[in-house]
């Protein structure tokens, strides 16, 4: 089982290594790289997250799956907690460095890293359920997150940041379900054909637009790993880091997931978030918010590294 887990993962990381080969052979740069990111946050996922929950979802459904989002908030605010347990025992360069320590226990790679790994395995049912598990883990970057790194301060303008484009396209497609289910459907409402084949081929190609995102994402990922420094790599901080993100929160989350009466196929999504390395996102919010740039960058290289081992070791013993 792991043999074939760690195959299909090192076939997903290499649409990272295509991306690190365009870096190093300069077809793209670090501007060019930041623009496609931004692209891909602000047009291809929000498409993605459209058109997979209004196909995958009812509103029902969507109200009965309500632990998703519950669950990646139990799996953040784990790794907050065992960050603020472990941190006594680290010493850190400086504050700076302090702060992204938390900010790396408390948000992993929760969205563009499991989403293929999800679709290999379930499929578009899997990824609809992913993609609605990150509204919690939406919520808890722009609390817990930024409470960690800004030093365990919190402060009101975070919250305006909750509504991001990734955010709105959630709500969007609620929206839509809620006027599809009961409006809708319930008053029998007959629709010209005319503006029912329009509408049906304007989601086919929103559809065929958002499904870019994983090999985008990936893509750009790689990009960026291609500009970290890795001459901080081994330093013993670097190595809590490691033991925590890929062993130490996920052991803990999934015990408390397991122990949670959830449903098999949510929980076993939720414990593929729980496993996931540290959030590429973290090098751009260190850069925000004044904190460990270097560091953060140290750390995404190396958990996603180790992942490579890490994710399918874990896959091996939840898919048993």
């Keep these: 089982m792991f ?13 990272m290594g295509l991306g690190m080969l365009a870096r190093r052979l300069n077809m793209i740069d670090k501007d060019v790289a930041g623009k496609m990111s931004r692209a891909v946050t602000n047009f291809f996922y929000p498409a993605l ?6 196909s995958s979802f ?9 632990v998703l989002p519950a669950g990646t908030v139990v799996i953040m605010s784990t790794g907050y907690i065992l960050g603020l347990v472990f941190y006594r025992f680290i010493r ?3 504050e700076r460095e302090k702060n992204q320590f938390f900010f790396q226990c408390t948000i992993n790679n929760y969205s563009f890293l499991p989403l293929p790994i999800v679709l290999m395995l379930w499929g578009n049912p899997g990824v609809a359920a992913l993609i609605f598990s990150s509204l919690g883990s939406e919520l808890c970057v722009w609390t817990l997150g930024i409470f960690g790194l800004t030093g365990n301060r919190f402060r009101k303008e975070n919250l305006k940041q909750l509504l991001s484009v990734p955010m ?6 609620v929206a839509v379900m809620i006027f599809r289910d009961f409006a809708w459907n319930s008053t029998g409402f007959a629709v010209n054909p005319f503006l029912k084949d329009l509408g049906g081929s304007f989601f086919s190609v929103l559809d065929i637009f958002g499904k870019g995102t994983i090999p985008l994402a990936m893509f750009i990922a790689g990009s960026r790993m291609a500009e970290l420094k890795p001459h901080h790599l ?5 190595g809590y880091v490691v033991a925590l993100r890929l062993l ?4 803990v989350a999934a015990a408390i997931l397991l122990l949670l009466p959830f449903p098999l196929e949510t929980r076993l999504v939720l414990l593929v978030v729980a496993i996931m390395p540290s959030a590429i996102a973290s090098v751009v919010l260190s850069e925000v918010y004044d904190s460990d740039t270097e560091f953060a960058a140290s750390c995404v290289l190396t958990t996603h590294l180790f992942s490579l081992l890490t994710i399918p070791a874990w896959l091996s013993l939840f898919l048993k």
């Design 248 to 251: 130490v929160i996920p052991a």
């Design 49 to 54: 997250i459209f058109t997979t929950l209004v």
């Design 92 to 94: 850190f360069s400086g």
């Design 58 to 66: 009812t509103i029902r459904e969507l109200a009965e799956n309500w």
């Design 234 to 238: 081994f330093t013993p901080t670097q």
């Design 168 to 173: 709105i396209a959630i709500l969007t497609s």
């Design 3 to 15: 043999i074939k887990l760690f195959i299909r993962i090192l076939a997903i990381f290499c649409m």
